[in-house]
């Protein structure tokens, strides 16, 4: 147990209790044991066995709520949380665990600001432990917060250096794309409207960072082209134009492009709208070209797909 072969430990412990002869001190360390192996089941009866024997003991009262979090046993584990916190520490002292374990209690029974508290206290013990930004910004972002969600993964990859990944800049990147959206839907607010410009820049300086560390993903790719796409909300500029053909062309490079067609009409879509729109003003033959050359492509994967019908109609 000490040296952390708790499988060996789980072993020997079945054998010393056999004769019923153990004591609470006993139980605690099976029961961790069973704990960190991830055998929840088996250690939750014994933490029960060993709290009936000693109701406020530390250890177990940890384990305890440990274990509410890892079989997901939310609504009893609000309880457990606080008894545990309330327990008197004695020798023992709270590590940054215990605040993460009941933050985490708390976020799934929607108490999302005092998990952000615990969150906040488990960094203040444990500065380096960079991923707990990460569960904040997800706590957040199931409270609807995208922009402190965005926040604070942005906190995470100024702390993490090289440990952060392309998909922590497409986190940030999407909170912060929702936010833009939420912000635009108030259409009066002015203020609403400049905060919103803001996130989108964010948001498109996150996808190019992401098209940049993996560039035959359409991801980043599409992710900047709704983001421009909001940008530039009459598509008179074609601010999307160049990252929509781009997630044209990568999708349409990978194997089986078919499993992206969804992604393929969204950008055919704008393609012809735009072309559209310039031939509408210009008379351009090459814009009118293109309108019916990306609307059959809509086509193609979407035979019904009225947009395209509409756009090759007005061409008429």
């Not at 999302?112 to 707990?132: G, H, M, N, S, T």
């Not at 053909?245 to 704008?270: C, D, F, H, Q």
């Amino acid at each position: 147990y000490q040296n952390g072969q708790y499988n060996k430990a789980i072993d020997s412990y079945k054998t010393f209790f056999a004769d019923g002869a153990y004591s609470v001190e006993d139980l605690t360390r099976y029961a961790a044991s069973l704990y960190f192996t991830e055998r929840y089941d088996e250690a939750s009866a014994l933490i029960q066995e060993g709290i009936s024997k000693d109701p406020n003991n530390f250890v177990l009262n940890r384990l305890l709520m440990y274990s509410a979090v890892e079989t997901a046993n939310y609504a009893n584990g609000l309880n457990i949380a606080q008894k545990f916190f309330s327990l008197n520490k004695g020798e023992n002292e709270y590590i940054s665990r215990d605040y993460m374990a009941y933050a985490k209690i708390l976020s799934e029974n929607d108490q999302f600001d005092k998990a952000l508290e615990q969150y906040e206290l488990a960094i203040k013990l444990d500065p380096e432990q960079y991923d707990v930004y990460k569960q904040i910004a997800e706590t957040l972002a199931n409270a609807g917060r995208t922009v402190e969600a965005g926040d604070y993964y942005n906190k995470y990859i100024n702390a993490a250096g090289e440990a952060v990944e392309a998909l922590d800049y497409f986190n940030m990147g999407r909170y912060y794309y929702m936010a833009a959206g939420a912000a635009l839907k108030d259409t009066t607010n002015v203020e609403a409207t400049a905060n919103a410009k803001e996130y989108l820049a964010k948001a498109d300086a996150a996808f190019a960072t992401v098209s940049e560390r993996i560039p035959d993903s359409h991801l980043g790719y599409l992710f900047r082209a709704r983001v421009n796409s909001l940008l530039d909300p009459e598509t008179t500029q074609g601010l999307a134009k160049p990252y929509y053909e781009k997630t044209v062309e990568v999708i349409l490079g990978k194997e089986n492009p078919s499993e992206n067609n969804r992604e393929l009409l969204e950008a055919y879509r704008y393609l012809s709208y735009y072309h559209y729109l310039r031939y509408d003003a210009t008379k351009s033959a090459e814009d009118k070209a293109n309108t019916i050359s990306y609307s059959q492509k809509m086509l193609e994967i979407d035979p019904t797909n009225s947009v395209a019908t509409q756009l090759l109609d007005a061409l008429k």
